[in-house]
């Protein structure tokens, strides 16, 4: 059964880069259905789409990021991961990876990480 | 961007109560929208997608039903592990939003 992890630090200095990590276990990061994502969701807050990758490389940024974040693929250790620079403290978050599977011509997040909790502070 | 409006933003119900949820999309997005349920502390978790497919494993209670820009999620008589937060998701195209959720909590 697939599942993801994320990694990370749980601690980020205001105007310091942001870094995590998504391990995909029990499954293969290069198939043609699958992408991979980051979503994030602030306290008391809801959801927020960051960006999603798919295993070749190519990306899709949510607009109101897209200046600060980078996300990337490594198949060979079936992670991805996810860049966020000059942090404040409004990027303090839940920070979830997820799959986006892509069948029957939709797309859907079927399969989350457990999440990670990133707040930014000195 | 396309921005997606749930209503209400908060509902209290009883066990055993037939809830229903919208979600209005600010365009046309076909069938491209899911639905997502997320008790506290916990991940997501995949209701529905493509609209109205029930995700494996999920209650027959649960259903999706619209097309376009107007959206409904119903639970056929509530359960108790049923209180929660349940959020729409467009996949229409990127940039990829959700709407603001709809937090269902005991009467």
């Known amino acids: 059964q697939l599942q993801l992890q994320e990694s990370g630090p749980g601690l980020v200095k205001p105007s310091e880069t942001l870094s995590l990590t998504c391990t995909v276990s029990?499954?293969?990061?290069?198939?043609?259905?699958?992408?991979w994502g980051w979503i994030r969701q602030p306290p008391g807050k809801g959801l927020e789409w960051i960006g999603t990758?798919?295993?070749?490389?190519?990306?899709h940024y949510n607009p109101s990021l897209k200046s600060r974040v980078t996300i990337s693929v490594d198949t060979s250790k079936t992670q991805f991961s996810l860049k966020l620079s000059s942090v404040t403290a409004a990027d303090t978050a839940v920070y979830y990876c997820?799959?986006?599977?892509?069948?029957?011509?939709?797309?859907?997040?079927?399969?989350w990480g457990k999440g990670t909790t990133v707040t930014v502070s000195s | 961007d396309i921005q997606l409006t749930q209503s209400p933003s908060f509902l209290s119900a009883s066990v055993g109560d037939r809830v229903t949820i919208t979600c209005r999309a600010s365009?046309?997005?076909?069938?491209?929208l899911a639905w997502y349920q997320q008790k506290p502390g916990k991940a997501p978790k995949l209701l529905i997608y493509?609209?109205?497919t029930l995700q494996s494993g999920v209650p027959s209670r649960f259903s999706g039903s619209g097309s376009g820009t107007e959206f409904t999620l119903t639970i056929n008589s509530l359960q108790p592990e049923d209180f929660a937060t349940y959020y729409c998701?467009?996949?229409?195209?990127?940039?990829?939003?959700f709407g603001g959720g709809t937090k269902v909590e005991i009467k």
């Open positions: 997820a799959r986006q599977t892509w069948t029957g011509g939709y797309y859907f997040m079927d399969v």
């Open positions: 029990g499954g293969s990061i290069s198939s043609t259905s699958y992408y």
């Open positions: 990758i798919y295993f070749i490389g190519s990306t």
């Open positions: 365009q046309g997005i076909s069938s491209y």
């Open positions: 493509a609209a109205s």
């Open positions: 998701q467009q996949l229409n195209s990127y940039p990829l939003t």
